[in-house]
């Protein structure tokens, strides 16, 4: 996935679309070998990537969030961070809290904690790829009350899109997962990526699911706002229903 394939892939849409949802890493690839390799394709949120989304989302008229390489350089770190932009700046940065497998080789992990984003009637909050795999990281989002977890990813394990049914249901919040397809090699690394981008709604339906293999720019028309009931029947409200104080581990 690159700029010109995404220009190519979003420039027949059509339909009024409020948020757009990009692969992890969409623009760099995801087999880095060596730091000095990450370092040189990250940025900051003043880089070019971040200007190629602020002018799609001029051209679509919609919000984006997409995953990119980025770097702290005060503190000489780089995050797999995803980031909320829209025409004129970037909304928020989240920088991812588990890192999977080489990737903790190349990031640092995120530093920033988890947070929601109001933009214009929607909640957004941001989780990377294998954040999928903490039920915290989607339990804390919708705690802060998001309506949407923006999920950008590179899966390379089959369970993703199961679990987030489960994601969604347990917590009645709506997800996109954008996730990559292909292979990429390079090195030692063969990856190959699992496609079936979903879009989950809060009561565990999957309202879009992509093919395996191939590219695609799916739109699904929801209400964020029937996210915000918590109750699954008159006496159990998901939220509500908690028993914090019975959680303790130790
Ligand atoms: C992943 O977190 N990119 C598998």
């Not at 079936?196 to 706002?225: C, H, M, W, Y």
Request: net charge negative; hydrophobic share 40%.
């Amino acid at each position: 996935m690159n700029f010109r394939q995404v220009r190519e892939l979003t420039k027949g849409i059509q339909d009024d679309v409020a948020l757009l949802v990009l692969p992890e890493l969409f623009a760099t690839g995801y087999a880095f070998q060596s730091i000095k390799e990450t370092k040189m394709m990250a940025e900051d949120i003043s880089g070019e990537t971040i200007h190629f989304l602020q002018d799609l989302c001029r051209s679509i008229g919609c919000v984006i969030c997409a995953g990119f390489a980025e770097i702290d350089r005060d503190r000489d770190q780089i995050y797999n961070s995803a980031v909320l932009v829209d025409e004129h700046e970037a909304l928020g940065v989240y920088r991812k809290l588990h890192l999977f497998n080489k990737e903790t080789l190349y990031f640092s992990p995120g530093n920033l904690p988890l947070a929601v984003h109001t933009i214009g009637g929607m909640k957004v909050g941001m989780m990377i790829c294998f954040d999928w795999i903490y039920p915290e990281v989607a339990r804390t989002l919708a705690l802060l009350d998001a309506d949407i977890i923006a999920h950008p990813a590179n899966l390379v394990l089959p369970y993703c899109q199961d679990a987030m049914i489960t994601r969604c249901l347990e917590n009645h919040v709506f997800a996109i997962t954008a996730n990559r397809v292909g292979r990429e090699t390079r090195g030692m690394d063969n990856f190959i990526f699992t496609g079936q981008s979903q879009v989950t709604s809060f009561d565990g339906t999957v309202l879009a699911r992509a093919p395996a293999g191939a590219p695609v720019v799916k739109i699904v028309e929801i209400n964020q706002k029937d996210a915000r009931n918590k109750k699954i029947n008159e006496f159990n409200d998901l939220i509500a229903g908690r028993r914090p104080s019975m959680y303790r581990t130790r």
